[in-house]
């Protein structure tokens, strides 16, 4: 038994899962430090809001408002719950983006603009294909795969441009980024092609396209709402859950999965070895592409999403948000789900507290960043725990983890909201 | 005991050292007299980096202690090694390469003056030593863009700028040419006459036995025996290394060469830093059941031929036929159904380092119905085949199957590639320097699998910088210079110093058609 265990303690994987919950509960630790440092600052705050401040960083996800006497209460709820699986969705989509091209030796900086371009396609195909005529079923699938094939398309440009140019494929990211945020503000603009998809029966608002449901189609809820009533919860999160292993399987088990990490690994050993460099890296990047595009259409097609569609100087947070879900996970696929899902929870925890206490919501952005942060030095927290030989080992990994730290991100994937002036710092 | 201290100038006593899987120094004991060249000798694996590296405060042992002239000492990390004057010239230089040599010899040791550097002052050090040892380098000269062995001198005169008196070489000639190798060989005599103590890392009996005072052999990890070189020779050395006979000649059958498995016509290769064609306009045959060796000094245009044979590069011009298909155009991998390839660089092209022995053992088969089903890749089979060629080819490794390559010792990282491309049974074998900086062990172990081969009716293409493994491998010997084959040679009816003279440009064969 002790050996066994030891032989657990001495497997990487455990090592990383372990400096991975150590972020997280270092970044809550945080989050509950500046509700602490919040409330002495204020003089309205007394006591008893901060430690209901710090209650809801920790346990919002079960928070079920307040009793009769005014204090918290908690319990299971399902509007949270569901809430969280339905924001972590495109979340898990985008990281798993991220995962896959890292694990063949790619940084896909390149989420946004892929996402956008999975809204695009998935948006346009979704509402102007006919239902009366086509079944809604059949119309969901075209958006669904549309949006994979947009992103994956855009995924491709970088792709191509590293693998017969030899440029960076994070600098051709950027820029591939930005050209997708105009040029998805231009195909919705007045005067163009898809004006007519802006949203002008609900016009309470300006600039939004249409929800798909006003088309009729919308991802079927597969049960889950009976699961968690009064949520926005829908089939999506079954389709990434099913991907996300897909994508293990594909990484783990394929020889195509075999080629990719080669090639990310070793270019020239690959080359040597007969495997196609070139190709390998254009699809890794494809592959990337079309797992943004999923996400945004899996996030549009919901049916009570709208997008506002003047991007042009915005790039959506989702994408990039994908980073810091993928280097939680370490790029396990199967760990995307649950670092996803956290995210999301945290976007729960910051809405509980915004509902529920004087806080607001941003305090939840703080508790992101700071794990963005310590993500990037898991590799550092792992060695702390294997007791750190072999400088030189530390030394290249430290290089690596450099290399793959995220820029700064992580608001809140609201996506409804426009959220134009925080994401033009981002690229 | 007085004058025990004051003769050994480091003591390393008892030191026990472990890596996950693997006793990597056991209970070991080194005494280095001064002004002595000491050598450590073993097999790759054997210990010898590690030991150093607990010398130089890289690692920590977990017992034993160190002592200088007599006193225990505790180091803790490469400032106190360079605080007590010890030095190291690693096996890969820690240079940097967009760095000035003079900026790289200071770097860490710099004279300031009010935060101010003083370069001067130090050029003059530099300029001063560097005169005083004959070690020729360009100060100004950006890292990158000098040679090998003038980068090795760089890493010198650090030490020597640090005024070190103890120096540690950690094989510094597997990078050498060899009249490379003979002007270190006289600083290193030079150093030792002035009173420096020399730790020497090497698994080449020639030089050990040319420079140094007394040995230190290492055995997996243990401590076998301190000799004297006076006292010794070279077959004893290598049985204390290797722990049984070894033999140190090639031993070998007449070659029965058959048809012709490689035919080279007119082939020109383009080079990456000059106009002027790397290879230009080279014909020969390779045949069934015969070493051809392919000699010359480095940079003559041997990595550019292989490349081109293998595909790595695109040829600028001739035919090659392999196997009576015309594979002048041909992708890697169809050149790869009739040619295995043990590449000249092992790090670079031979293996995926962050892989696992397993996966690297397949990388040139994984697409072979053995390994994989409709795409999915057979664990299991892929699994027994490593343990297969693991067990065959001896290769050694802390965990087996599942270690991951970058940890393994370069000898069996070489082992492994070796394991794979024989392996893969094909007509012709092409391989490039495959002992290099390989142990007696490994090499006998190597030429033997390329003889074994070449008895099986393989043509071996050999591409070697070693005479002698030239001389006693090779059934027939082309020797490159600037790009052409200036000579083909008979081993048997040959001697080394004829070979260098083709070798260095200053004798060569008619060409055919020009007329005798």
Not at chain 1, 316 to 343: D, E, H, R, Y
């Amino acid at each position: 038994m002790k050996q066994k265990l030891s032989h657990l303690w001495g497997r990487d994987g455990t090592k990383s899962v372990l400096a991975s919950l150590i972020s997280i509960v270092i970044g809550m630790a945080v989050g509950a430090l500046i509700v602490v440092l919040v409330g002495l600052l204020n003089p309205s705050m007394g006591p008893s809001t901060m430690w209901e401040g710090v209650r809801l960083v920790f346990g919002g996800l079960f928070s079920t408002g307040r009793d009769a006497a005014g204090q918290l209460t908690f319990g299971f709820n399902s509007t949270n719950l569901g809430n969280m699986l339905f924001r972590a969705t495109p979340l898990i989509l985008t990281g798993l983006s991220v995962a896959v091209a890292y694990k063949t030796g790619l940084f896909n900086i390149g989420a946004p603009g892929q996402y956008l371009m999975g809204t695009a396609a998935t948006l346009i195909l979704a509402l102007s294909i006919p239902s009366e005529t086509v079944p809604p079923a059949l119309i969901w699938l075209i958006a669904f795969l549309g949006g994979i094939a947009a992103g994956a398309i855009w995924g491709c440009i970088p792709g191509l441009v590293k693998a017969y140019l030899n440029i960076n494929e994070v600098l051709a990211c950027i820029m591939t980024n930005w050209i997708a945020a105009n040029l998805v503000t231009w195909l919705f603009d007045k005067g163009s092609l898809f004006e007519h998809l802006q949203n002008t029966v609900e016009n309470t608002k300006t600039a939004y396209i249409y929800k798909t449901s006003f088309n009729g189609v919308e991802t079927s809820k597969m049960g889950l709402d009976l699961i968690f009533p009064n949520s926005q919860v829908n089939g999506g999160i079954i389709i990434a859950i099913v991907i996300a292993i897909a994508m293990y399987i594909l990484m783990n088990k394929t020889t195509l999965g075999y080629q990719l990490k080669a090639c990310g690994a070793n270019r020239h050993a690959a080359r040597y070895a007969g495997i196609s460099d070139k190709r390998n890296i254009v699809l890794s990047m494809a592959i990337a592409g079309g797992l943004s595009g999923a996400a945004a259409s899996l996030y549009y097609l919901s049916g009570n999403t709208e997008f506002f569609w003047s991007t042009y100087q915005t790039l959506p947070a989702i994408g990039f948000n994908g980073i810091p879900v993928a280097l939680l996970a370490v790029s396990n696929p199967i760990g995307v789900v649950f670092t996803g899902c956290f995210m999301s929870m945290l976007d729960i925890v910051g809405l509980q507290l915004t509902n529920l206490t004087a806080y607001n919501e941003y305090i939840t952005d703080v508790i992101i960043a700071v794990i963005v942060y310590l993500s990037a030095f898991s590799l550092v927290i792992k060695l702390a725990i294997s007791g750190g030989h072999g400088r030189k080992k530390r030394a290249a990994e430290l290089t690596a983890a450099d290399a793959a730290s995220p820029p700064p991100g992580g608001e809140s994937p609201d996506a409804g909201n426009p959220t134009a002036e925080k994401g033009g710092e981002e690229a | 005991m007085r004058t025990m201290e004051a003769e050994n100038i480091i003591e390393m006593l008892h030191i026990t050292k472990e890596f996950p899987g693997i006793i990597a120094n056991d209970d070991i004991t080194l005494q280095l007299r001064r002004g002595e060249i000491h050598a450590l000798l073993g097999e790759n694996g054997a210990g010898k980096s590690t030991l150093m590296s607990v010398l130089f405060g890289l690692y920590q042992p977990e017992a034993g202690e160190i002592r200088k002239n007599g006193q225990v000492v505790k180091i803790n990390d490469p400032n106190d090694a360079t605080a007590l004057g010890i030095g190291m010239v690693h096996q890969h230089f820690q240079l940097i390469d967009v760095f000035t040599v003079l900026d790289n010899i200071i770097l860490g040791a710099e004279t300031t003056k009010f935060g101010f550097l003083q370069k001067k002052e130090a050029r003059k050090k530099v300029e001063a030593l560097s005169e005083k040892y004959g070690l020729k380098v360009d100060l100004d000269a950006k890292v990158e863009d000098i040679t090998v062995g003038m980068q090795q001198r760089v890493e010198i005169l650090k030490m020597l700028y640090r005024d070190n008196e103890i120096l540690i070489f950690d094989e510094p000639t597997a990078v050498l040419t060899p009249q490379e190798i003979e002007e270190l060989m006289a600083t290193m005599k030079e150093f030792a006459r002035e009173g420096k103590s020399i730790l020497f890392i090497s698994h080449k009996l020639n030089e050990i036995m040319e420079v140094a005072d007394r040995v230190t052999v290492l055995r997996k990890g243990k401590y076998v025996g301190t000799v004297n070189t006076c006292d010794t020779d070279k077959q004893s050395l290598s049985n204390m290394m290797v722990g049984r006979p070894v033999q140190l000649e090639v031993v070998k059958d007449e070659a029965r060469p058959g048809e012709a498995v490689l035919k080279v016509e007119h082939l020109s290769v383009p080079s990456h830093t000059h106009k002027k064609d790397a290879v230009h306009d080279v014909s020969f045959e390779a045949r069934a059941g015969e070493i051809l060796c392919i000699a010359g000094i480095d940079g003559n245009g041997q990595t550019e031929l292989v490349y081109g044979l293998t595909g790595l590069e695109k040829c600028s011009g001739g035919t090659l036929t392999l196997c009576g298909h015309d594979i002048s155009h041909a992708s890697i991998r169809q050149r790869g159904e009739n040619m295995s390839h043990i590449p000249e660089d092992r790090h670079k092209h031979g293996l995926v380092l962050d892989f696992t022995l397993e996966q690297n053992l397949v990388l040139q088969r994984f697409r072979e119905p053995q390994f994989q089903h409709m795409g999915f890749i057979k664990p299991a089979a892929v699994r027994e085949y490593a343990d297969q060629l693991i067990e065959q080819y001896d290769v050694r490794s802390g965990q087996g199957a599942v270690t991951i390559a970058r940890s393994m010792s370069g000898g069996n990282q070489q082992k492994a590639i070796i394991a794979r491309e024989v392996d893969r049974e094909k007509p012709l074998i092409v391989a490039v320097q495959p002992t290099r900086g390989l142990d007696v062990g490994a090499i006998e172990y190597i030429h033997s699998q390329l003889v074994a081969e070449r008895d099986k009716g393989r043509a071996v293409l050999l591409v070697s910088l070693e005479l002698d493994e030239v001389m006693s491998l090779s059934d027939r010997i082309l020797v490159l210079y600037e790009g052409e084959i200036v000579g083909e040679l008979d081993p048997k009816a040959t001697t080394v110093q004829e070979l260098g003279l083709y070798m260095a440009g200053a004798k060569r064969m008619a060409k055919e058609g020009e007329g005798a």
